[in-house]
């Protein structure tokens, strides 16, 4: 397959994450579109400098936000892999530095993959004052064969916000796992969010950390997910409040639906400074009768009712 080609049938899938394809083509707009182990599409803009490496099985990319510079646009991150078998390698090294503000669109698409393993690594440092978002959407295959393993290393310094949104709801899992590990400094804030929807035999592994390691640093650790049929889930989130003042609050929601789902969720609060505030809430359960009752009586069948349910949670 060209390079014409591969650019085309990763982006026509992008679209389906609902990504506009001319973003790509926008010289205002920054961007780095990965197919295997090569860059495919890339560009540069005034403020962001983006240097990729490729490696023997994925790519490499380091990328620098300057000081005080804040980029209009999102800067779109397209991974793709368009074999069946394979294995795929990425690493993103991202510094915000100080006061700058920026935000990642990603997209991770895989839509033949059928024996694929995918690991993604993101160190990321947010420097003082300056703001971080980072959107990350998936799209793979129904095959139910692919391996992916995500984990996120991020610090944000002294005022800092990061946030980082991770959904997998449009397609079939297969085998996941995201560990994301987030140390806030002082008045640093930030979030971590995952979605995910697993049906078949699915198994998913979430684990989201919180270290509280500055005064009045504030944290949120969210985890939505749907289990299906037969699909096992394990979530463990993790909050560490290690400085006075500083807070952090955990919260899982897992709905169920199917006999043989297996379903876990723990929260883990641990605090060594006595004026750090933790909190948590868990919920495992069916998807709600009364919600189910109302709409019903709107016209809606038993199931359509529970995948609108279903679909306004993981929105």
Do not use: W
């Not at 379903?263 to 400074?273: A, E, Q």
Request: aromatic share 4%; net charge negative; charged share 25%.
């Amino acid at each position: 397959m060209d390079v014409k080609r591969e650019f085309e049938a990763i982006v026509k899938t992008a679209e389906k994450l609902g990504t506009d394809a001319s973003n790509f083509m926008d010289k205002r707009i920054a961007s780095i579109i990965i197919s295997g182990n090569r860059v495919i599409g890339l560009n540069n803009v005034p403020g962001l400098k983006l240097v990729p490496t490729t490696l023997e099985d994925g790519v490499q990319a380091d990328m620098e936000i300057e000081e005080n510079t804040q980029i209009p646009f999102p800067v779109h991150v397209c991974t793709g892999f368009l074999e069946k078998k394979g294995y795929q390698r990425v690493i993103f090294n991202i510094r915000v530095k100080k006061n700058a503000k920026v935000k990642f669109t990603a997209h991770c698409v895989f839509p033949q993959a059928e024996e694929f393993t995918h690991e993604a690594t993101s160190n990321v440092i947010v420097e003082e004052g300056a703001v971080m978002e980072y959107n990350d959407e998936h799209y793979h295959s129904d095959a139910g064969t692919i391996i992916l393993k995500t984990t996120t290393n991020a610090v944000v310094e002294n005022g800092g916000v990061y946030r980082n949104t991770f959904h997998l709801t449009k397609t079939r899992v297969g085998k996941l796992e995201v560990k994301m590990n987030l140390t806030l400094k002082e008045n640093a804030v930030g979030e971590l969010v995952s979605k995910v929807k697993a049906s078949k035999n699915d198994e998913v592994d979430i684990n989201e950390i919180v270290h509280l390691d500055g005064e009045k640093a504030r944290g949120l650790a969210k985890t939505v997910v749907v289990g299906l049929d037969e699909s096992k889930v394990n979530v463990l989130n993790e909050a560490y409040g290690n400085a006075p003042y500083s807070r952090a609050h955990i919260s899982c929601e897992e709905i169920t639906k199917g006999e043989k789902v297996i379903v876990s969720t723990t929260p883990v609060l641990k605090i060594t400074n006595d004026l750090a505030e933790l909190t948590h809430e868990a919920s495992i359960g069916r998807v709600s009768e009364k919600q189910l009752e109302t709409l019903m009586a709107k016209g809606l069948t038993e199931e359509e009712a529970t995948e609108l349910i279903i679909k306004g949670l993981l929105m």
